[in-house]
């Protein structure tokens, strides 16, 4: 005869088996992309150079949004100060930077509200012996179910 305790623990089983499996075959960059949807980008034009001012773009819905980054120098291996101003009202901004002429990892870095429309962080980019570094810096304003984001390259000397 089967009693409760029997079915607590076979509910019990389930529940493990099912979390496992669900952990080992869900990519939680699928459920991610699901629930946020993809982001749409525009790039900021390539003649701005943010080693002298910040950078402008409109986003798809019209929204400005600019890239600012403090020393203009952008010295690697060194303190940066990264500042995005936006009028989307957002908790914090996404900011995910990479070279693209050479694999120097991914950085990213979440940018803080700190008043209305501006949004900061610090950061630090390694440094490579090769110099010339592209990099593409990635702004994603994630709001639910709409994510959209901007792109703007720099290079640095070292």
């Known amino acids: 005869m089967l009693t409760p305790r029997f079915f607590k623990w076979l509910i019990i ?15 939680s960059h699928d459920v991610y992309r699901w629930w946020v949807g993809d982001t749409h980008f525009v ?5 701005c150079d943010l080693h002298v001012k910040r950078c402008e773009v409109l986003l798809k819905d019209g929204t400005p949004l600019t890239l600012d980054i403090e020393p203009k120098s952008i ?9 995005v ?15 693209t002429n050479m694999n120097m990892g991914f ?20 440094t490579c012996v090769v ?4 990099w593409q810096s990635n702004v994603i304003l994630n709001q639910p179910h709409q994510s959209q984001g901007a792109i703007f390259t720099f290079q640095t000397d070292k």
Do not use: C, W
């Not at 010295?75 to 500042?83: A, D, G, K, N, V």
């Open 13 to 27: 089983e389930i529940l493990v088996i099912g979390s496992i499996g669900a952990y080992l075959f869900i990519d």
């Open 43 to 47: 790039h900021a034009d390539p003649t």
């Open 75 to 83: 010295p690697l291996m060194q303190p940066l100060r990264f500042r």
């Open 85 to 99: 101003t936006s009028t989307i009202d957002l908790p914090a901004i996404e900011l995910k930077i990479f070279a």
């Open 107 to 126: 950085h990213a870095f979440s940018l803080q509200k700190k008043a209305e429309g501006v949004y900061e962080g610090e950061g630090v980019l390694p």
């Open 131 to 134: 110099g010339n570094m592209i």
